[in-house]
């Protein structure tokens, strides 16, 4: 016997002093107690499985036969109920077969159209009729795997109406149309399906990687930021110091010419001070002289006390200026003003380079033509750079490659042995231009100003060096450059090669020029110097950047 039947709808398990309602359902006493308790507020009470109402609140007794039932068949071995997670919920496919509480499914079958769960299956793996039916995975819509015109299973699918038949719509309204099986459509759509997992995949991937790329951004900017600002304390303290310095030599070098000069002052004047005492002791005795009634006493003494002596100061006293240090002041006054002249000026320049860290992400590469036209740069070529045997012309926005020397003149920036030349313009941001070409063989390249120029080593060559890259075309094929290490391209021949670069996003991009644009390669990296665009042209082959 199964214990479900004598199992609490409440709490599902095995009753617990039983009770039955007068229509006949039974419950654990404190379930179904607490069941109307919750009830009680509205006066009207009902049983939890057929709704049936009660007023007033009735008045249960344990049901001893059932309750002794239950003890009974405790002890003779009832079988224990499913675990509770074996039930189908709300969100499980549940067995067709089962009564009551349904366990959950865990196959259909497509013969029988009936799902089943594990007791209930069963018979299709004992008996061998059932052996042949086809189970799947449990489903809550088997009916939508029926026909509904002709009540069979739909094993076919339609190409042309893009739906799924049976074998009899086959012979009706989808006669003639392209059909295969439902299964050799389903291995289709798994391709189908693998494809854009594995897209899907590689997006997640990329999106991981530049997750992580936008932290190391963040863990950069906070690193630089945190630097610069200890960075400009110091510098700023340093400042500091040296005008809190300038300040004390200053007030120094005043108070000692204070002392040398109050120094010197006072000497004068204890010298004058003696000298007025001398003229004060000098003019009593010529008083008591003129007061003298004997003529030959007065004429014998006055020579001696009428002669003076010269005096120790000059007429310079009178006539220095009342002002002393005030030219220091002025002096300071002047630096002041000249200090703020300069960190007005030079504030300026700090704040626009604190503005100018401009941290965005890169921008999306344009789709279109004109997209790409919106970065249009104007490209000219450099001659000092060209080979004797390129012939420049068009304003030097063409070059051909000649059999014969074009000019013997040296510069030090020019390339000695490879046909190559580079743009006077240097390119920084996001640039974009077009090379139209014609002949056997061209190198579209980028390039550091500072690549080797003289001699036929790679360090000179366009693509075999770490200073370039190169985009190699001929009639037939593609093929790209750089530091030795050639990749094979793919694309469709061109004559218009359209150069995409975003210097700070690192990134480098070869198309077919057309309305749509055809990206033949790309490349990203970290470019740490300004770029010049450039051109290695194989024997009567010219190239020209696309006014």
């Not at 995975?137 to 799924?164: A, G, W, Y």
């Not at 000249?338 to 007005?344: A, S």
Request: hydrophobic share 30%; glycine share 4%; charged share 25%.
């Amino acid at each position: 016997m199964d214990s479900e039947k004598f199992s609490c709808s409440i709490c599902l398990d095995l009753l617990k002093d039983p009770v039955t309602t007068s229509c006949g359902h039974s419950y654990c006493m404190n379930c179904i107690k607490t069941h109307w308790d919750e009830e009680d507020q509205r006066g009207i009470h009902s049983c939890p499985q057929c709704r049936k109402t009660f007023i007033p609140r009735p008045v249960l007794e344990k049901n001893i036969l059932l309750a002794e039932l239950v003890e009974e068949l405790k002890k003779t071995g009832l079988q224990a109920a499913p675990a509770d997670h074996c039930y189908a919920g709300p969100e499980d496919v549940a067995c067709d077969v089962c009564s009551g509480r349904k366990l959950k499914a865990i196959k259909s079958c497509l013969v029988c159209l009936v799902t089943y769960c594990e007791k209930h299956l069963q018979p299709h793996y004992d008996v061998a009729q059932f052996k042949k039916h086809k189970l799947v995975e449990p489903s809550k819509n088997l009916q939508q795997l029926v026909c509904s015109r002709h009540d069979e299973v739909m094993k076919i699918f339609c190409r042309t109406d893009q739906q799924s038949i049976c074998y009899l719509c086959l012979m009706d309204e989808h006669k003639g149309h392209e059909t295969v099986s439902a299964a050799a459509e389903r291995a289709e759509k798994q391709k189908e399906l693998e494809v854009s997992r594995q897209q899907i995949q590689q997006r997640i991937l990329d999106g991981e990687k530049d997750v992580k790329l936008l932290q190391q951004e963040v863990e950069a900017i906070n690193g630089s930021a945190d630097k610069a600002v200890e960075d400009s304390e110091k510098i700023f303290t340093e400042l500091i110091r040296l005008i809190q310095k300038r300040s004390s030599d200053v007030k120094q070098q005043i108070r000692s010419q204070q002392e040398t000069e109050l120094s010197r002052v006072n000497e004068l004047k204890e010298k004058l001070e003696q000298e007025i005492t001398e003229l004060k002791r000098k003019d009593g005795e010529l008083e008591q002289l003129s007061h003298t009634e004997d003529h030959n006493q007065f004429l014998h003494n006055y020579p001696s006390l009428s002669a003076l002596s010269e005096s120790t100061h000059s007429s310079i006293i009178n006539i220095r200026p009342l002002r002393y240090f005030e030219d220091v002041t002025a002096a300071v006054s002047e630096t002041r003003d000249k200090l703020q002249d300069i960190l007005t000026e030079k504030w300026t320049n700090i704040l626009q380079a604190v503005t100018d860290v401009d941290v965005l992400l890169p921008e999306p590469e344009p789709k279109s033509r004109d997209g790409f036209l919106k970065y249009s740069t104007e490209i000219t070529l450099d001659p000092k750079t060209a080979n004797t045997y390129l012939l420049l012309s068009e304003g030097n926005r063409k070059v051909t490659a000649m059999n014969q020397q074009q000019f013997n003149s040296s510069h030090p920036d020019r390339f000695t042995y490879y046909d190559q030349v580079l743009s006077r313009e240097s390119l920084t941001g996001r640039s974009y231009w077009e090379v139209e070409w014609r002949g056997d063989i061209v190198f579209i390249a980028v390039a550091y100003k500072n690549i080797s120029r003289a001699g036929n080593s790679d360090e000179c060559a366009f693509g075999r060096n770490n200073q370039s890259w190169s985009f190699r075309c001929e009639t037939e094929s593609y093929t790209f450059w750089y530091n030795k290490v050639q990749t094979p391209v793919s694309g469709p021949p061109s004559s218009r090669i359209g150069v995409y670069l975003d210097h700070r996003a690192g990134i480098l991009s070869f198309y077919r020029v057309s309305e749509t644009m055809t990206l033949l390669h790309s490349v990203q990296t970290t470019f740490t110097q300004p770029l010049y665009a450039g051109l290695w042209l194989g024997l009567e082959t010219t190239a020209e950047f696309i006014k």
